[in-house]
């Protein structure tokens, strides 16, 4: 049985590929970061909002940590649908379907003398 091994060179050029890509991907997330505080005022947004900057960057780590396809953002889902999702729909089938005439009452009505 044979085994391939690489040459010390080809590792060499491996890695010298890989530290490329790593700094395109540091340039980008740079560049993204520069234009999003050039249009926002981060400092100002922060000040005023606190809450929703925790909020984002809670998200954005628990996506990054590898939370995004586990059980418990799968129980978070049906969570959502049951609460946000199916009020919306109930609404919306309520406005769309025709209402049943109301129930007159079976008593005339009193005439005052």
Same mark, same amino acid.
């Given at each position: %049985?044979?085994?391939?091994? /690489? ?18 991907v ?24 606190p809450l929703?900057?925790l ?15 586990? +059980? ?9 649908? $049951?609460?946000?999702?199916?009020? %919306?729909?109930?609404s919306?089938?309520? $406005?769309?379907l +025709? /209402? +049943? +005439?109301?129930?007159?009452s ?5 005439? /005052?003398?």
């Open positions: %049985m044979s085994q391939s091994r /690489q040459r010390p060179d080809d590792f060499v050029a491996h890695a010298s590929e890989l530290t490329r890509d790593a700094r395109k540091v340039d980008d997330v740079q560049t993204i970061y520069h234009n999003a505080s050039d249009r926002v005022n981060l400092g100002q947004f922060y000040q005023e909002k929703v900057v909020g984002v960057a809670a998200g954005v780590g628990y996506v990054l940590g590898g939370g995004l396809f586990t +059980p418990f953002t799968a129980r978070l889902l049906r969570l959502g649908t $049951r609460f946000l999702l199916l009020p %919306m729909v109930t919306q089938l309520e $406005r769309a +025709p /209402q +049943p +005439p109301s129930p007159q079976s008593t005339p009505p009193r005439h /005052q003398e």
